[in-house]
């Protein structure tokens, strides 16, 4: 790409970031905000500080909200612009002339959200330098989706494994949003696949995603089917759906029923689960043990009586995961759609992940924007209050849920998951591809993840344009009002100009959405409404854009977004076991908004496809494999034995150590999570100290001696206690006191044991507790210690150690 030319220059321009100030020169060109600091005015004067000259390069389309102050000369102060990136970058420019400030934001703004068209993106444009090692890798050539089949173990020159490939979506005419490429069960025809597509939402058939190395079980994915209150049933996908849970030649016969199947309640809800996912807390033992097995006695194993080869799956609880609330599903069957009648599906069982819908995710990270909004002006800590009432950790903690209880069900259980949502291309996205992650090693590795993700998510038609809105939003740029214009503004509040005619103008467009003027264009977003918040109509692009192009707020939701989160979480909790490291995965989120690659631009392979982005664009992929060596995990061990801990093939998360990912919002670990590692830490010690030192005593425990409680846990082995729950906002108190109460155990026979404190049990069990944890030093994570460091050995957030005690109780709040 040739050297870009300059549209706009502002010079002496102060920039704040991080409460930071810097003046620089603003350079404004098609694509890009670029800004020189120091400024030419002091280069010329001392040409000694052109050593020193930095920039930042902040491309357009990763521009979330852009918002102009502008204030009067008379004012004494400068007109500004604040923007928000959508790598959680905060940046505000101040500009000495009013006009200058908003030819500027006009500028940005006819670069963002006034395109009308994807042709004028970044990507469009973008050629990297000639003769670099990005220019000779085409990273639109690393996928090829009947190789990672073959790789699975699928293809006709291979051994039939009761798979196939079809050639029925060739020119995407069976199925617009599924890729070309479909593995299907091979006694399964294509005729019964085109009976069966009417019963799938927008024809996205129970298809083939992953098929298990050692025991041949299968991870398979779909869109809801087409229930309705009637409950209506259709026999071609019952004999899918059966096939993909006993994919052999010997299992299947000319009726469609499998011998071996499991009973079903005569109710059709009767075997439908809605869980909680466990925790997954598997032994190596056991874990080694049941793949030995598994791979001693795939090929000798009998039914005594028929004399049949049994296959894995056939005789184990084989699973139908609806990811959504069992509400939401309900409430999908009053449209005529659902979730399966479990009545004619006998060779299954079915859960609920209950993981919510895109809006609540929406909302969720609005909520941690909002707790981090004021980054650019002030350099203290986000307000942890807001992060834990967003629940954005609870989500992910969901999602790695829901995704190990299926990588449990295919690789220890031995059975098979079909997966699904509403559409099938967001949840199950997630699911699918995490589950996959925790299951296979290769998928753990650089080009394997290129793999995981061009196959569950861009060649199953997750809506990369709809859900990241890569055309931007008129919504998105805003002039505050000057007629409050000098007043201050401290962070986290709100200067008030202009609220009363927003709030009431949102109102009257909510009204006339709901009650006069409903959208008569069906949204392709999830359609699940429930408790989505409401919004005003997105406004009409100034110029033309293809409908399934445009921007509509309420379809975008940060869903992959949580699966880097997610696998983040994986990579934190198992550093070896990854070939990338954290920085790829921040990388790639952000290349997922930039636009500078044609790699997540349009909603599909087959939208992909027709708008040749492979011969026009260049692929991300490129990028990061031409710089391997930065997104290398240096601790990465490729040895796979599952006899030894750590290089087990299988991979589970530990939900007590889920923690922000601090790194992508642009904070430090202790900014973000100094109140959970605080607690978990205090958590460790008491637990720690009760090991060693009888803290389980009768007396300490409030449990009367000789109790049959007291006897339970006497024999049970001791456990070492999860983190207290993040799910609400923790103090360094709260997490002491709930770190005791992770550790009493509630009394389980005698009922006069749960007396309140004025029966006099309470206060001297809290006085045997103070006694000890007076002994473990706890005043310093409480009230801190006399260095000014915490628990984990951080310091606490940004303050320095000659700051008042008061400011860092408030801290604490």
């Given at each position: 790409m040739a050297a870009p030319q300059t549209k706009q220059l502002y010079t002496n321009v102060h920039a704040l970031r991080g409460g930071k100030p810097e003046?620089?020169?603003?350079?404004?060109?098609?694509?890009?905000?670029?800004?020189?600091?120091?400024?030419?005015?002091?280069?010329?004067?001392?040409?000694?500080?052109?050593?020193?000259?930095?920039?930042?390069?902040?491309?357009?389309?990763?521009?979330?909200?852009?918002?102009?102050?502008?204030?009067?000369?008379?004012?004494?102060?400068?007109?500004?612009?604040r923007i928000r990136f959508r790598d959680f970058t905060y940046i505000s420019f101040n500009f000495e002339d009013d006009k200058a400030a908003r030819d500027a934001f006009e500028f940005i703004r006819s670069r963002t959200c006034k395109l009308g068209n994807i042709e004028k993106l970044l990507a469009f444009h973008y050629r990297p330098p000639p003769n670099s090692p990005e220019c000779k890798i085409n990273g639109w050539d690393l996928y090829d989706a009947r190789a990672e089949f073959r790789r699975q173990g699928i293809s006709e020159k291979l051994?039939?494994?009761?798979?196939?490939?079809?050639?029925?979506?060739?020119?995407?005419?069976?199925?617009?949003?599924?890729?070309?490429?479909?593995?299907?069960?091979?006694?399964?025809?294509?005729?019964?696949?085109?009976?069966?597509?009417?019963?799938?939402s927008r024809a996205r058939i129970p298809t083939l995603s992953y098929l298990h190395p050692i025991n041949n079980c299968t991870i398979t994915r779909s869109s809801q089917p087409f229930v309705g209150l009637r409950l209506k049933r259709n026999?071609?996908?019952?004999?899918?759906?059966?096939?993909?849970?006993?994919?052999?030649?010997?299992?299947?016969?000319?009726?469609?029923?499998?011998?071996?199947?499991?009973?079903?309640?005569?109710?059709?809800?009767?075997?439908?689960?809605?869980?909680?996912?466990?925790?997954?807390?598997?032994?190596?033992?056991?874990?080694?043990r049941m793949e030995d097995e598994l791979a001693a006695d795939t090929n000798t194993l009998y039914d005594q009586k028929t004399g049949k080869r049994l296959i894995y799956?056939?005789?184990?609880?084989?699973?139908?995961?609806?990811?959504?609330?069992?509400?939401?599903?309900?409430?999908?069957?009053?449209?005529?759609?659902?979730?399966?009648?479990?009545?004619?599906?006998?060779?299954?069982?079915?859960?609920?992940?209950?993981?919510?819908?895109?809006?609540?995710?929406?909302d969720s990270l609005d909520k941690v924007i909002d707790a981090i909004k004021d980054a650019d002006v002030s350099p203290f800590p986000p307000n942890r209050d807001l992060l834990a009432r967003s629940k954005w950790l609870e989500h992910i903690s969901a999602i790695l849920k829901g995704s190990a209880l299926i990588a449990r069900q295919v690789g220890i259980l031995h059975s098979h998951a079909l997966i699904h949502c509403s559409d099938g291309w967001d949840r199950t996205s997630q699911l699918c591809a995490l589950s996959e992650l925790m299951l296979d090693p290769y998928y753990r590795t650089i080009d394997g993840f290129i793999v995981l993700v061009e196959k569950d998510w861009l060649s199953f038609g997750h809506m990369f344009q709809m859900r990241s809105g890569h055309l931007s939003h008129d919504s998105w740029f805003k002039v505050e009002s000057d007629a409050l214009a000098g007043s201050t503004v401290r962070p986290g509040e709100n200067d008030g100009r202009g609220d009363a005619i927003e709030n009431a103008l949102a109102s009257a467009k909510r009204f006339w959405s709901k009650n006069v003027a409903p959208d008569s264009k069906a949204s392709t977003s999830d359609p699940e409404d429930l408790a989505a918040p409401e919004e005003p109509k997105p406004e009409i692009p100034t110029l033309a854009v293809a409908d399934e192009y445009a921007t509509r707020l309420r379809d975008i939701s940060p869903v992959f977004h949580q699966f880097l989160d997610a696998t983040y979480q994986l990579l934190r909790q198992h550093p070896t076991r990854f070939e990338f490291n954290e920085r790829f995965l921040r990388r790639l989120l952000y290349h997922v908004h930039s636009c500078q690659y044609g790699t997540f631009l349009c909603n599909n392979e087959r939208q992909r496809r027709e708008a040749k982005l492979a011969e026009r664009t260049r692929s991300v992929w490129g990028y990061f494999l031409s710089?391997?060596?930065?997104?290398?995990?240096?601790?990465?061990?490729?040895?796979?034995?599952?006899?030894?801990?750590?290089?087990?093939?299988?991979?589970?998360?530990?939900?007590?150590?889920?923690?922000?990912?601090?790194?992508?919002?642009?904070?430090?670990?202790?900014?973000?999570?100094?109140?959970?590692?605080?607690?978990?830490?205090?958590?460790?010690?008491?637990?720690?100290?009760?090991?060693?030192?009888?803290?389980?005593?009768?007396?300490?425990?409030?449990?009367?001696?000789?109790?049959?409680?007291?006897?339970?846990?006497?024999d049970s082995p001791r456990r070492s206690p999860q983190p207290p729950s993040f799910t609400t906002s923790q103090s360094v108190i709260a997490g002491v006191e709930s770190a005791h109460s992770a550790l009493t155990p509630e009394p389980r026979s005698p009922p006069q044991l749960q007396r309140s404190a004025s029966t006099g049990e309470v206060p001297s069990t809290l006085a045997g507790l103070q006694e000890k944890i007076s002994a473990l030093t706890l005043?310093?994570?409480?009230?801190?210690?006399?260095?000014?460091?915490?628990?984990?050995?951080?310091?606490?957030?940004?303050?320095?150690?000659?700051?008042?005690a008061a400011q860092e109780m408030r801290s604490m709040d």
């Open positions: 003046l620089g020169d603003l350079d404004l060109n098609d694509f890009h905000l670029v800004f020189r600091f120091p400024p030419e005015s002091k280069l010329s004067a001392d040409p000694s500080l052109r050593k020193q000259v930095k920039q930042g390069w902040f491309a357009f389309h990763i521009v979330s909200q852009c918002t102009l102050r502008t204030t009067p000369a008379a004012s004494g102060i400068h007109s500004s612009i051994p039939d494994l009761g798979w196939r490939i079809t050639n029925i979506n060739k020119g995407y005419v069976f199925s617009p949003t599924y890729p070309e490429v479909l593995a299907v069960p091979s006694k399964i025809s294509d005729n019964t696949l085109k009976y069966a597509a009417a019963f799938r026999i071609q996908d019952e004999r899918l759906v059966s096939a993909c849970f006993a994919a052999s030649p010997d299992l299947l016969d000319a009726s469609g029923a499998e011998p071996g199947d499991s009973t079903s309640p005569s109710s059709s809800q009767g075997d439908v689960v809605s869980v909680e996912a466990p925790d997954v807390d598997l032994s190596l033992s056991e874990t080694a799956g056939a005789q184990q609880n084989n699973l139908i995961v609806d990811a959504r609330p069992l509400i939401n599903s309900y409430a999908m069957q009053a449209v005529g759609k659902g979730s399966e009648n479990m009545d004619y599906y006998k060779s299954a069982k079915k859960v609920f992940l209950n993981i919510d819908n895109i809006h609540v995710m929406r710089r391997r060596p930065e997104f290398t995990n240096p601790e990465y061990d490729a040895a796979i034995d599952d006899h030894t801990r750590g290089r087990e093939r299988i991979i589970f998360p530990r939900f007590g150590e889920v923690r922000w990912w601090h790194q992508v919002f642009n904070r430090t670990d202790d900014e973000m999570n100094g109140d959970l590692n605080a607690s978990a830490a205090t958590a460790e010690r008491v637990a720690a100290y009760q090991a060693t030192s009888g803290l389980s005593d009768p007396h300490m425990m409030g449990v009367e001696e000789g109790s049959e409680s007291t006897s339970r846990s006497s005043g310093k994570v409480v009230f801190g210690a006399a260095d000014g460091t915490d628990a984990s050995g951080g310091s606490a957030g940004r303050l320095s150690k000659g700051e008042p």
